[in-house]
């Protein structure tokens, strides 16, 4: 039911990111990007192999959330792990809001927790923390450049109202 989407850059951590992700039954990895490490191999994995676009990850999500095949699709870093109990605060969000984008929080290693206020500015949302119905007509495009996460959000289809903001923090980031 959902796709955990992975944008890579070849990183070693991607294999940290793999065990985070707690798969239920109908779920997906969609890995998009660099060849895969031998040691990141996971059962759920689709590898999709695509040319860095040199723009955090952007391109390789474009291209790759239209082969997603769950109801959701969630993104995470390569160098980012998703904290224990998501994939249930995730089930949660879509039954009790259902074909609605969610956004939850994300932590940096310094503790800083984004978002702050319930709003799409740059840097207040990021990557790690969407849960998006998988609808094409309403995906929108991640810009190349630094906060294309918030111009997806914003080029979207769902008007800002229809934005489930959930306080739980999902993702640990690996970098500050």
Excluded at 99 to 127: A, E, H, I, K
Excluded at 145 to 156: A, E, I, K, P, R
């Amino acid at each position: 039911m959902i796709t955990f989407l992975i944008a890579t850059m070849g990183r070693d951590s991607i294999s940290k990111t793999l065990d985070s992700i707690e798969c239920w039954p109908g779920d997906e990895i969609l890995v998009v990007g660099a060849d895969l490490p031998a040691h990141a191999y996971h059962p759920y994995v689709r590898h999709i192999p695509c040319e860095p676009g040199g723009d955090w990850g952007h391109s390789e999500r474009n291209y790759a959330m239209p082969l997603a095949r769950g109801r959701y699709i969630a993104h995470i870093d390569d160098d980012d792990i998703y904290a224990q109990g998501t994939r249930a605060v995730m089930a949660d969000a879509i039954q009790k809001t259902p074909d609605r984008p969610v956004l939850f929080r994300m932590q940096y290693p310094n503790g800083v927790v984004l978002w702050n206020q319930p709003s799409l500015c740059l840097g207040n949302v990021g990557t790690p923390m969407m849960l998006i119905p998988n609808h094409r007509e309403k995906f929108g495009t991640f810009g190349p450049f630094n906060g294309g996460d918030c111009h997806f959000l914003n080029t979207m289809g769902w008007r800002q109202e229809e934005i489930v903001w959930r306080p739980e923090i999902i993702a640990l980031l690996g970098h500050d």
